[in-house]
């Protein structure tokens, strides 16, 4: 962001008005004292013309403006860049469990949201790095975290349904150690669920202290139409429905950073994966321009040089 790597140094500007004030108040001082003067040929001498000359004046706004630019310069400002200082880690954590089999997304859950994945992961900053974790009833590593968005793109393609129930508290662990795997740089972690938590050995609770002891910020994304979703039946006959702890996903979220978003359909999938990469705050490159201020006092400087002693004074 734009600022001053050295800021102390604008203390200096302080001085400026202190010497504008002063630098009047001489003038002012010595004109009153040439009034004492009887004959005005001995005042003209000694002023000049001095109610009608610029020159004094310019030349002083030029040195302070010199002394400024030099102070400005010294406190090194700095504007950001287009392009991020260094990448984020970015890790998908996608449910695989059996209710992603569903068909109230085209052409089935996973599928949908295979799709909309790998357009975020065309969409990230170059210099992000991208992994993808997949859980059912434990969770596994689909692609290691990698700046290869190509490669991490095939294996996301290869992800294939299973039939297990669903490790939230598992998948996310695992996502936030391979998130943390490539040290000192920004870690997000953006988890997609459709099911409640009834599986693993990892608790949400406690997934959620590993990524807050981590500092790894968690995006939920919810899946699941507005109209139930029957997924089977009992032995009884009754319709088991597709089911949704929006209410997990939201804590994970608000205790990590994130942000919580609800899917009912393939577009507003799509737009949620657009939306979270929009959300991940990256730090732009800085560049002093320190230089610009220091050519500036070299101009400025010239061009009191000249005025003071230049051919013909071009100001009287």
């Known amino acids: 962001m734009t600022g001053f790597y050295s800021p102390e140094w604008l203390l200096g500007l302080l001085i400026l008005p202190v010497c504008w004030y002063y630098i009047r108040n001489s003038a002012k001082k010595r004109k009153q004292e040439a009034m004492v003067f009887s004959r005005v040929s001995f005042l003209k001498s000694a002023l000049g013309d001095v109610s009608k000359s610029k020159r ?72 992000d ?35 297990g129930a669903t490790a939230i508290g598992d998948g996310l662990s695992l996502g936030i150690n391979m998130a943390d795997s490539i040290p000192n740089r920004k870690k997000v972690v953006i988890l997609l669920s459709d099911g409640v938590n009834n599986a693993g050995v990892i608790s949400p609770d406690e997934a959620i202290q590993f990524a807050k002891d981590s500092d790894i910020q968690v995006f939920t994304i919810g899946m699941g139409s507005e109209q ?21 996903l939201k804590e994970i979220a608000d205790e990590t950073g994130g942000k919580y978003f609800k ?34 006092t070299l101009v400025l400087l010239l061009a009191e040089i000249y005025i003071r002693y230049g051919r013909g004074r071009i100001i009287q």
């Open 56 to 127: 004094p004046k310019i030349l002083v706004i030029l040195i302070l403006a010199a002394v400024g630019f030099i102070f400005i310069g010294l406190a090194d400002p700095h504007i950001p860049l287009e392009q991020t200082k260094e990448g984020v880690n970015v890790v998908l954590v996608i449910d695989d469990s059996g209710s992603m089999q569903a068909t109230d997304y085209s052409p089935n859950r996973l599928e949908a949201t295979k799709s909309a994945a790998e357009e975020l992961i065309n969409d990230l900053d170059p210099k």
């Open 129 to 163: 790095y991208v992994g993808i974790v997949v859980f059912e009833s434990g969770a596994s590593t689909a692609s290691y975290l990698s700046p290869d968005k190509d490669s991490v793109i095939e294996n996301l393609e290869n992800i294939m349904e299973k039939d």
């Open 263 to 296: 899917s009912v359909d393939d577009q507003t999938l799509n737009e949620i994966y657009s939306n979270i990469n929009s959300e991940i705050k990256r730090e732009k490159e800085d560049t002093s321009i320190a230089y610009l201020f220091f050519i500036g």
């Open 228 to 248: 139930p979703v029957v997924m089977g039946y009992d032995w009884f006959g009754n319709p088991q429905y597709a089911e949704l702890d929006e209410a997990t």
